[in-house]
C-alpha cells in the first residue's frame, strides 16, 4: 500500500516539497500527496502579469543567483533555457538623502565600503561616517558576541548614519524588517563570523573575496537571476509536472491532529488520514493548525513575527523613461518621512520586462514600521506613492496602467535569537510523527531558501515514514 502525505500550502515551499515527491513517485517511490491552498490559484506570493506588453511582478521579481537552488529547480522543471541575469551593467542605486537621490558609492558590499577612493568622494556620507569607516579597519576581533541586532553590529563599526541610510532601507526591501529588530546571526551571519574572524567588517570582506577571485574562472556571476516571463513561469512549470488529481486548492485546511501514528487532516467537511505531513503555510498558520499536535511547538511557531508588503507598479510613456536616472532604483531611509520603502526601475533591472518606449517602476510600501498602509484603499494607496514619485522624481505624469499587490503577513521577521528558536522547533518537531516544517519562517526568506526547504521537508518526511536514509 502506498504511504500517504499531506503537504499544506501551495506556495513556492510547498510546491518544492511536491515536486520532490512526485520525483520520488514517478521513478517507483510507493507514495501520493495531497497538496491542500487556501487560495484558488496556486504559487502564493509569486505572481506575475502580462500587462499591455510590459511583465509586472506582484511579489518577488528575481532571486539571488549566489544562493542556487532555485536555478537548479528551474533547470530539473525544464526552464533552464528561461533563466535570464540581471542587467549588472546598469546596477546603480540610489539613497534618498534630504530629498535628493544620491548615488551608492562603488564597491559597497551590503553596507560595508571596499573602495576607498569612490567612499572617500561620496556625497553620500558625513565626514564622520568616513572617519568611521578609516578607523573600522583597524577594528581587532570580538570573540563570542551573543547575537544582537544589526543595527548594534552596523552602529559598532560604522556608525548610526550607516543603519539609517544603508542598513535600515536594505533590510526593509529584504525582510520588511528593521535593523534595530532583526537578528544579525540569523540574517547577516557573514557579518557576525568576519567581526569574530577579522574584526574589520572591511578587511574580511577582502579576504573573502581574495578567496573567491582565486578559486572562480570567468567574469562574476550576476547579482540575480529569474525568468524571462516571470516568476509565474516557475509556478506553472511546476504545476505541469505535478499531478493535478493531487492538488486541492481552495481547501483551507483547518485542523491537524496526530492520530495512530500519522496525522488526520481536515478541510471543510472531509478529513484524510495521512501517514506523514509537511506544513509549508507561514508561521502564524502554521502555529494555529499545530496547537493540537505540539502546544510547545505552537507557541514557538506563533512567536515568529510576519511583516506585510504593499508593491505597486506604474508603467509610464517614454518620455518618463527618459526623465529617469539609470540605475535600478532607489532607497528611502526612514529618516526621510516618506511612506515609499524603495523603488525599482524595472525597464533598468531586466529589460525586456517593458517595451523600449516603456518605463516600469515598481515600488515598495508596507513592512513592520507600516502595516497600516494594508487598511488603505488602492486609490490611496496610488494617491500616496504618485505623490512622493513627484516630489523625488519629478514624475508628475499620469501612469499608463497602475497594479497594486497587498501581502498580508508575507514576511517572517528573524528577531534576535532566532537561530535558537529554530533549533528549538526543529526539536518538538521531530517529537510528532513522520512531520516536516518548510517555508520563508526558518532559515531564510528569500525564493531560493523557500525552495530547498520544501525539498528537505519532503527528504525528512520520507525518512520518517520509512523511506530513504535517514534525515537529521
Ligand atoms: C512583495 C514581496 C517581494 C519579495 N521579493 C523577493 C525577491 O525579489 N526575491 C526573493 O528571493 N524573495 C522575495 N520575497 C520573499 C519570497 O518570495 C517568499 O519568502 C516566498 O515566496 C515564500 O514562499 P512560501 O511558499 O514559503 O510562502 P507563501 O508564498 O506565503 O505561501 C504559503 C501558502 O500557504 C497557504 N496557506 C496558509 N494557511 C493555509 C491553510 N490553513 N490551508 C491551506 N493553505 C494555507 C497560503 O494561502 C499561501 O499560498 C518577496 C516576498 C514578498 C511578499
Redesign the pocket.
Given at each position: 500500500m502506498s504511504k500517504r502525505i499531506a503537504i499544506?500550502?501551495?506556495?513556492?515551499?510547498?510546491?518544492?516539497a511536491a515536486f520532490a515527491l512526485e520525483e520520488k513517485r514517478r521513478s517507483g517511490m510507493p507514495i501520493e500527496y495531497v497538496l491542500?491552498?487556501?487560495?484558488p490559484?496556486?504559487?502564493?506570493?509569486?505572481v506575475t502579469e502580462r500587462v499591455e506588453g510590459c511583465l509586472v511582478?506582484?511579489?518577488?521579481?528575481?532571486?539571488?543567483t549566489e544562493?542556487p537552488w532555485?536555478a537548479e529547480l528551474c533547470r530539473q522543471i525544464g526552464l533552464g533555457d528561461q533563466l535570464i541575469d540581471s542587467n549588472d551593467s546598469q546596477r546603480k542605486t540610489y539613497v534618498l538623502t534630504k530629498g535628493k537621490l544620491v548615488v551608492m558609492p562603488e564597491g559597497l558590499m551590503f553596507m560595508v565600503p571596499t573602495k576607498i577612493l569612490p567612499t572617500v568622494l561620496s556625497p553620500l556620507f558625513s565626514m564622520r561616517t568616513k572617519l568611521r569607516m578609516a578607523r573600522e579597519w583597524f577594528q581587532p576581533p570580538q570573540q563570542g558576541k551573543a547575537d544582537e541586532t544589526v543595527a548594534e553590529l552596523v552602529e559598532r563599526h560604522y556608525g548610526a548614519e550607516m543603519v539609517d541610510l544603508l542598513a535600515d532601507p536594505l533590510l526593509s526591501?529584504?525582510y520588511?524588517g528593521e535593523a534595530s529588530q532583526l537578528s544579525v546571526r540569523a540574517v547577516l551571519p557573514r557579518f557576525a563570523d568576519m567581526e569574530t574572524k577579522h574584526g574589520s567588517l572591511g578587511r574580511g570582506i577582502l579576504s573573502a573575496r581574495k578567496k573567491m577571485s582565486t578559486a572562480a574562472k570567468g567574469p562574476p556571476a550576476p547579482l540575480?537571476s529569474?525568468l524571462k516571463e516571470g516568476?509565474q513561469q516557475m509556478v506553472d512549470a511546476l504545476l505541469s509536472r505535478l499531478d493535478a488529481n493531487f492538488l486541492?486548492p481552495s481547501?483551507?485546511?483547518?485542523s491537524l491532529i496526530p492520530q495512530d501514528g500519522g496525522w488526520t487532516v481536515s478541510?471543510g467537511y472531509q478529513s484524510d488520514q495521512f501517514d506523514g505531513l509537511i506544513v509549508?503555510?507561514?508561521a502564524p498558520?502554521?502555529s494555529?493548525?499545530l496547537h493540537v499536535g505540539d502546544e510547545n511547538l505552537s507557541r514557538e511557531l506563533g512567536d515568529i513575527r510576519y511583516s506585510?508588503?504593499?508593491?505597486i507598479t506604474l508603467a509610464y510613456d517614454e518620455r518618463v523613461r527618459r526623465s529617469l536616472p539609470p540605475g535600478f532604483g532607489f532607497l528611502v531611509p526612514r529618516s526621510e518621512g516618506r511612506r515609499m520603502l524603495a523603488a525599482t526601475f524595472a525597464h533598468n533591472k531586466f529589460p525586456h520586462r517593458a517595451p523600449d518606449n516603456r518605463a516600469l517602476i515598481r515600488c515598495?510600501l508596507?513592512g513592520s514600521r507600516d502595516e497600516h498602509v494594508l487598511h488603505s484603499s488602492n486609490p490611496e494607496i496610488i494617491g500616496i506613492v504618485r505623490d512622493e514619485l513627484k516630489q523625488i522624481l519629478g514624475v508628475e505624469a499620469e501612469p499608463l496602467f497602475v497594479r497594486v499587490?497587498k501581502?498580508k503577513?508575507?514576511?517572517?521577521q528573524y528577531g534576535v535569537g532566532h537561530l535558537e528558536r529554530v533549533q528549538r522547533i526543529e526539536a518538538l518537531r521531530k517529537n510528532l510523527p513522520g512531520l516536516a516544517l518548510?517555508?520563508?519562517?526558518f532559515s531564510?526568506?528569500?525564493?531560493?531558501?523557500?525552495v530547498r526547504?520544501?525539498k528537505e521537508a519532503a527528504n525528512k518526511v520520507l525518512a520518517a515514514i520509512g523511506f530513504g536514509e535517514s534525515v537529521a
Open positions: 499544506i500550502g501551495g506556495g513556492i515551499s510547498g510546491l518544492s491542500y491552498e487556501a487560495h490559484r496556486l504559487g502564493g506570493v509569486l511582478e506582484g511579489g518577488p521579481d528575481s532571486f539571488l544562493k532555485a526591501g529584504v520588511g540575480f529569474s516568476m486541492r481547501t483551507p485546511v483547518q478541510a509549508a503555510t507561514p498558520a502554521a494555529v493548525l506585510s508588503s504593499v508593491t515598495f508596507g499587490y501581502w503577513g508575507a514576511m517572517a518548510a517555508g520563508n519562517a531564510g526568506i528569500g525564493v531560493p531558501d523557500c526547504s520544501g
